[in-house]
């Protein structure tokens, strides 16, 4: 497919994820991890219009002068912006107004895509990822907001979230010796998958199949959420403070576990993968299974035999820079090392990750406290 | 009027006030004392369905089992309600829905007024003034959000928040001795204006205008916001942890101050009253002006003889039963009574008040850093 | 008692009330509102060096150049000063070179008393008050910081917080009419006492003795701290943050309840007056037992009947400057004028007022939230 | 040296760190992470009475109920504890007390060692190292709380917290390859230590000497706590929030920085190593210096080249379990691994760390933001 196309491609989606919802349901934040859905079309037209356009197109006209300070994410590099947090506050600009921006700088993109200087053709290819990392972000946001809704709504009534259930429980053995890991440079990769180079990993055994809702409420019916002996310290104290006792989206009604997906609220499949769970939550439950979460390293050198893309899985790795990594000049250097702290490294991909955006030297990262994404838990022995 | 008439024509001003508003403006909760206008749809609505027609129209049938729950506001003898804090949080019901319920209770209103039972009149009064209380809210609250939206759109651009400036600034004496304050009972009051009682006033000199926006000014040239001397300890807490320098609304740009108003951000003319005032700045503006707050009996007994209605005037009275005030039994007891501590009394009645709301007995409150609501100054010698 | 002794007299009991204490109950602060002995000791010295030996003894020199800074409590006009809620973080300056600080000082006051200008004895006589007010402070502080030792260690075994038990639980009725309320300007009060002035007040019946323990367990039988009907909204809000089911104080232990006393943890007598109450918890209670908390003016109007100063009786009354009150000029004024907002008056006096110290004008006042000092309830019928 | 001359020699010591303190130093807790020297004294001799006496020492008897309760730190395993940051309310049970418990247990410990089985010899070893770190917390706990005191009293005015300044400034060049990580098992090491395990490095050079003062301070006057730049976003948030510009303890007065040492308030010596650096600031400080940070791995791979054990030297790796780690049974398992998520790894040792405590293979590790202990920073090229 040519750039071209694929921008095409890309942005369409990007509408067509929105396509099922009301007009309200793209101005809500009900925390702070979440953005409205309003935001999102705006800022993902913004990083054309602040990297690629008004850099260098000759002659751009940026479609608002404000634009720039409203949906700027954290870019401290080009200026003063909202404040995360107050994103649901800005009514304005109208759902209206920001798809016309849409189409005022699609309209700019396609023209200057099909006679762009070869040197623009990373930032525009980032461009594209950073859009596909958007509508992953768009889907869990989406959730997020009908499914803290009271009326639990629907987003689409015929979402699976789950497309083929768990059953190979075995291990795959996987032996001591030197791995090469990261990207290897030819393709797009992000910055934090570089520089390729060499770990070296005992031998180990990693589960085939992901932990099951079946197994988790094992853990639960255990006393798994009220005993301190499985938690680290923090991930107790998180327990404690937020009185977490299970997974997100799970409500019990009438004695049995419903969960909100997609699709509405429904009863609980037990040999659905677990999904929602916090860093926090996969580390006590390996430690009450006896096992443990893969590093990275190890997660990356099984994964070519592992079916992964289901959930994002947890690592115990945090997220760290690789040997020889360097962040790019300028803004987009703040894209990923800025966040090198304070963060666990997630592997794989999820049902809502764009086909193709991923790859198996992929890093994705979030903090241990979080739960909204597609998270699910893989274990290793030894 | 007839109080069908009176009922159709309250609704439909509230419908009014929204007519200017977008899609997304009315979901949106910058701060925990501004609703979003959708909700306030919702809730006046909820009113009249929970305490007129659920309990004295025979087989009605309730739009939605859920809103009772969404839309109440505080009234814990009703049940579970959601957290105010969260309002801003709930993009469905879309105003689509919140419509039709407004015209389904409408429809089943209109029918029941004309046949009801006596007894049924006073909780209807009750409805009206509630739902007046909320287009005042309306105003404020609408205000608020596009106040604080970067882009600052206007509300109307024929918005008036000023119809005649202050120009008498002399005192009106008033004699010492017994006063009679309160409702008489007579016509409708809320509760918190009864039971009328005695109350000894020494002798005192009232402005006939209020304090103007150049008065104000004279206030922070001379130093106002950094000199504690004036402020209340908790006000000046107050303005420390929330760098307070200015009203609210108010902006320098260029070296001019500017204000946001309902019809767009536009200079301030120094003859129009100073609003947006919270008690701890008009205390410190009194104190620097060497006069002082009248105090709501002060108020009463003179308010015969000022032009009041243009802003909520602060008092020096806290918000505090009068003599022989009871409480209504049920959930309508809990309409005033429950909030009589922390908070100030404020008389008259202002620009966004709907006509023939208030009166000269009507005391409304708030607590002392609040400054949403159209508040102004009038102060007292002696 | 010439103003020398009681000079003495006074500076002599402070060091009294800590003579129980082992060296590092001194030290802590365990919440904002409590102070360490240790600083409530420096503070009072302080006030005379401040206002007395600074300004009017020609040649004095200061004890320690940081004192000032360290132990000015709250005048803005003086200069910085230690944040109240780091008090408890401060080792040094030591007890001993407090005691230092505190003979050094005395040793100059007495001189000075001996043969000081006339009008030099109303601010020697304000700084007797205000040692006696943390004379007051000092026994409530302590039994803090002890009573929420896990060991709750006693201060005095021979400690008696009550005296004589409620017996007469009859009414006393009082006329309608003009009363005179404040303080004649005859000897000493504080400035929040002035002006004598007339208040006009229905007749109403005033019990005769303070709400018991047995009383007070029956509103807790009955649900008083489940049942939101009785509670002011913001009380009720206090309640659920706070987890509050009891008195402060209470334990319950093995089915009986106890409370720790300055003699240490006891059974609970049903006939003792209930102490330690907030605000919030006496309109609770008043509320349920269907009847109301007196006016500070009607607490007044009546006290010469009463048998006051068991405890610090909260009234209906909210903290407000009287007609003609004026603060005084420079720091002296911010001793009452700056706190006239967001607290209630408590009238009478308590087990722990030092004697002489309150008068039947005399106005308390705290947040209503509060539940440290020896706080009881009388109630109001009509 | 035999178990027993350890136990008295380290049980000693921690006392004579306290010799220098007055007795109110002894209770108070500024911050949450700073505990009061009584606490450390009691919790230290708790630890040979929980994990020792009472299991092995048959008929022992506890000095006190209620002290297990009192001075538990956070071993969830034995029961319920005083909440870590109440430590500094408890001004009971006095020191007197406290050395009282400490010879108590000195007494039956000392018996007990000379006869005591030989699985007992780990656990004592174990308390050996516990008491030998809390030694190393006293000293930056006491400098904290004097050097918080607004009269900033020296500890000990002999007291060199630089013994040798850092001139040699050139790097040393390590290979690529496969190295040998970890304690090998033999003799004392702590859990988190183990399993030895094979990490494969790229080349790289580490500097032979810690940054100075001196360099500090260019980066200083270069803008570096001004430029987001050369921040990670949550240390730029840190920065921002807690209006952070210089190290911990500098103050300038008169245009000179000055720090507060041990031995008091003094002019800073531009040769000295920088110290109570944030691993942010560290971070911040390479980005700009253009280098990085070591891994813990390089810096233990390289650490026999190096002259360290002057300060905690910042490290890039989270403080993560290694291969094969495991955790003890019972709440001494509860000593590291609970702890591992949101923390850094530090190596080396500092000035107040007593001397054997600490070894190549060591892993100290803290919050990012915490900069009460005695850290520096050493640099990484390439």
């Not at 932990?211 to 255990?222: A, C, L, S």
């Amino acid at each position: 497919m040519s750039l071209l196309d694929r921008y095409k491609s890309v942005r369409n989606y990007t509408a067509q994820i929105c396509a099922p919802l009301q007009r309200e349901d793209y101005v809500v934040q009900p925390i702070v991890d979440v953005s409205p859905p309003k935001w999102h079309l705006a800022h993902t037209t913004w990083f054309w219009e602040e990297f690629v356009l008004s850099k260098f197109k000759q002659g751009y006209k940026r479609f608002h002068p404000r634009f720039a300070f409203l949906f700027n994410s954290y870019y401290n590099a080009v200026g003063e912006r909202v404040l995360r947090l107050h994103r649901g506050n800005m009514s304005r600009p109208t759902l209206e107004e920001i798809l016309d921006y849409r189409t005022y700088v699609d309209r700019h993109m396609e023209v200057f895509i099909q006679s762009m200087p070869d040197e623009t053709a990373a930032i525009v290819e980032l461009g594209i990822n950073h859009e596909q990392q958007h509508q992953e972000l768009l889907n869990t946001d989406i959730k997020y907001i009908l499914g803290h809704n009271p009326l639990f709504p629907p987003y689409r009534i015929d979402f699976r979230e789950t497309e083929i259930n768990e059953t190979d429980h075995s291990f795959l053995d996987m032996d001591e010796g030197i791995y090469s890991i990261g990207h290897s440079g030819k393709g797009f990769s992000f910055d934090n998958e570089l520089v390729q180079h060499k770990v070296y990993l005992n031998s180990f055994s990693i589960r085939k199949s992901l932990i099951t809702n079946g197994e988790f409420i094992q853990f639960m019916r255990d006393g798994g959420y009220q005993n301190s002996d499985y938690w680290l310290s923090d991930g107790w104290a998180w327990l404690k403070e937020n009185n977490i006792d299970a997974p997100l989206y799970w409500h019990k009604i009438e004695d049995a576990w419903n969960r909100y997906s997609l699709s509405g609220l429904e009863l609980i499949d037990p040999l659905e993968p677990v999904t929602h769970i916090s860093y926090y939550e996969a580390c006590a439950f390996a430690e009450w299974k006896k096992m443990r979460l893969p590093t990275e390293f190890e997660w990356e050198a099984a994964s070519a035999h592992l079916e992964w893309g289901k959930r994002w899985e947890h690592t115990s790795s945090a997220y760290l820079p690789y040997p020889g990594f360097t962040k790019a000049v300028g803004a987009v250097g703040e894209y990923n090392g800025k966040f090198m702290v304070n963060q666990m490294v997630l592997r794989g991909g999820s049902i809502v990750t764009p086909r193709g955006h991923s790859r198996s030297t992929y890093r994705n990262f979030f903090q241990p406290n979080l739960r909204w994404q597609f998270t699910g838990i893989r274990l290793c022995k030894k």
